[in-house]
């Protein structure tokens, strides 16, 4: 009988959580089924305001670490429910939790995410495997990207030895594979998170969709090169970040920059074109604007920003479908994959992602009671 296993993600927009029950059985990612269960207004202000506070109650991370447990076992059953599929089917649950902070470069290193594992097993009575930077940081890491290795597998998983992976989720990560051995990848900047904000905060909406309200402005040059000079985006790699660090007051400190402020879809044009540049630059430097490009996450949906991408790179794109992998629920997919991985108590060397200094397995069991 195949071994199953469930994915489970939640991104910086916070908006849902993205479910996938995968069947990794002929060493390939088969999606059997996916679902999108959503996160209610009031717990997302609630994620939104601490991920915003400089300073974190511990009390308050407690209870929304048990909300969104409880969210994310209930996201567990919806799916099951959705594929007629009993429990006892499932092999393990894998859960990346909600990101609220991810502070790696510290003094002492850390990133937090909730929704807790132990919850989700109780819930649903299925091992689960979660907390899975932890123990990467421990090892001199980032504890982020973790998907680098996974999209290697998608691509081997299709007879492709080499090719680039851009995720434009709240933040855009890559991943370069040039060979069976050579794999590496790094968070580039912000994706879709500045721009999601930026339209929450004026009323249009958790997201600008299709990029329609940025393609009604013009970009600002000179908030454009404001942003641009941030360090972030001249370090070298290995490196990660969070919407702990990219966020509205990022954005509002660059602006009060400026001798004269721009209109609100101006600056909305403005984060597209940064997002884009982010994008183009990375390429540009790793020389891979030629390579084979295949783009996932939500950013995909956005038009706006999609054709300006490809307009820099002069280069066809193709979005993660033309591997047979659904470009909204890859993220998913990979953490059924590390789930798996950890059960099968595999070392991942992430020492050209995150930074690690020795091999390590990724990933906290959580054991269902007896």
Known sequence: M????IGLMSGTSADSIDSALVDFSKNKCELLEKESTPINKELKNKIF??????NLNQDEIDILDLEMGKLFGKAVLDLLRKASMEANKIEAIGSHGQTIKHSPNEPKPYSLQIGNPKVITNLTKIKTVGDFRSDDIKAGG???PLAPLFHQFILQSNNLKRGVIVNI???????????ESEVFGYDCGPG????DAWSRSHGKGDYDKAGAWASRGEFNLNLLKLMMEDSYFSADNPKSTGTDYFNLSWLNEKISKLNSIPSAEDVQATLSELSAQIIY?????LKKLSEQIFLCGGGVHNNFLIEKIQNK?????????SLGQDPDYLEACCFAWLAKKRLDRFEFDLSKI???????CLGTIFEVPI
């Open 192 to 195: 879709n998170c500045l721009m």
């Open 313 to 321: 790179i002069k280069n066809e794109t193709f979005t993660t479908a």
């Open 2 to 5: 195949n071994k199953l296993y």
């Open 49 to 54: 305001e601490t991920i915003n506070r400089k």
């Open 142 to 144: 980032e504890g982020a």
């Open 281 to 285: 630059h990375e390429l540009k430097k």
């Open 169 to 179: 989720g709240g933040i855009s990560n890559l991943t370069v594979v040039n060979n």
């Open 354 to 360: 995150t930074g690690s200094k020795k091999p390590i």
